[in-house]
């Protein structure tokens, strides 16, 4: 059974770009969670979402950021028009269900680096 | 506002000592707090804490809750190299987990 994966692993963009950060969760899970851990700070979450559906999306920035979690295929975080400051580790985790006592599981996040 | 604090930010201990990591919180809605540790990559689940008073355990590592005075510790006996890490405390309030800045514990051969 994978654990939850995330693509791609390093990626660099120079500003203005678009960055595309991809989840899959793991098998059996409908519930993703995006969250940011900028250098030298602890996580912050960002979104919630499951199967075609932003549960709570209280943690994206207003302009550039979105998600999605289609009803085929991983979960998508898309950062358009990137700054210097977008730049970041990003982890994606997966629960198996709704409920606040479930643990969730971390993929190995994507390490976005703006130029 | 919800607020998670973890104290120290960073801790440097030798082999074999004992530690103990702290977390305050303030949330709106308890249910449930997590600790984590997060060496290179993507952090890794230790203990899950929904009631008062009920100690956790793993090995060298252990945990426990007070809702009454909102915190919890994170206890690792005997330290290793391999102890060295980010320790993150999380609070679920309910969808999502409000993260404190971690404890970086470094242990010294």
């Known amino acids: 059974n994978a654990g939850v994966m995330q693509n791609p692993r390093h990626l660099v963009r120079r500003r203005g770009q678009e960055a595309r950060l991809r989840c899959s969760p793991m098998?059996?899970?409908?519930?993703v969670y995006w969250y940011r851990q900028l250098p030298e700070e602890g996580l912050k979450f960002m979104v919630y979402?499951?199967?075609?559906?932003?549960?709570?999306e209280s943690g994206m920035p207003k302009e550039r950021f979105s998600a999605e979690f289609p009803k085929e295929g991983p979960s998508i975080l898309r950062i358009q028009q990137v700054v210097r400051g977008d730049s970041a580790a990003y982890f994606c985790?997966?629960?198996?269900?709704?409920?606040?006592?479930?643990?969730?599981?971390f993929g190995p996040g994507t390490r976005l680096t703006v130029l | 506002e919800d607020k998670v604090v973890q104290s120290p930010l960073s801790l440097v201990v030798h082999e074999g000592d004992t530690v103990t990591l702290n977390c305050s919180y303030e949330?709106?809605?308890?249910?449930?707090l997590l600790w984590y540790k997060q060496e290179k990559k993507a952090p890794t689940f230790l203990f899950m804490l929904?009631?008062?008073?009920i100690e956790k355990k793993s090995g060298r590592l252990s945990s426990i809750l007070d809702k009454k005075e909102l915190f919890s510790i994170l206890n690792i006996t005997a330290t290793q190299t391999g102890d060295s890490a980010i320790y993150l405390c999380?609070?679920?309030?309910?969808?999502?987990?409000?993260f404190g800045a971690g404890t970086r514990l470094t242990v010294k051969p």
């Open positions: 985790a997966s629960s198996p269900g709704q409920g606040p006592l479930g643990e969730q599981f």
């Open positions: 098998k059996g899970h409908s519930h």
């Open positions: 999380a609070v679920r309030p309910n969808n999502d987990m409000r």
């Open positions: 929904t009631s008062s008073g």
């Open positions: 979402l499951q199967k075609e559906n932003i549960i709570d």
């Open positions: 949330v709106t809605n308890f249910r449930s």
